[in-house]
């Protein structure tokens, strides 16, 4: 499991926040250190690893927004919840995170090109098969 920080001078984008509450609350002090406005929570897809911490994340940084295609919402809603919380007793957060905002894959570029531009030209020469 991992996550990502992109930033800007001012701005970043945090992609999947892990899956225990440990985790992150850990991945929380991490942004922290960075300084930098955290306007944006990133789900790449819908496994648990990738969504499990995002209600701690929006709890210790209540402006950011969730964005994630509309199949990653699908495949987290379908997720087997209690199954989880059978495996890992006590340790995850409720997943209410999941009911923020979707988007489509436009705006995920425009919100990732907007923070780091070289991401939005890379993207770019993998679509046309450059990179």
Do not use: C
Not at 69 to 94: I, S
Request: net charge negative; glycine share 6%; charged share 15%.
């Amino acid at each position: 499991m991992t996550s990502t920080l992109i930033y800007s001078e001012n701005d970043a984008v945090l992609v999947d926040p892990l899956t225990t509450v440990a985790e992150a609350e850990a991945l929380a002090a991490w942004v922290n250190l960075h300084h930098r406005n955290l306007t944006t929570l990133y789900i790449t897809h819908g496994h648990l690893d990738h969504f499990g911490g995002l209600s701690v994340l929006l709890r210790r940084f209540p402006g950011a927004r969730t964005i994630a295609t509309p199949k990653t919402m699908e495949l987290a809603r379908q997720q087997p919840v209690e199954f989880y919380h059978r495996l890992l007793p006590g340790q995850l957060p409720d997943f209410s995170g999941l009911k923020e905002e979707i988007s489509t894959y436009q705006e995920l570029f425009n919100t990732m090109g907007r923070l780091y531009p070289y991401w939005a030209a890379h993207q770019a020469w993998l679509m046309f098969g450059l990179a």
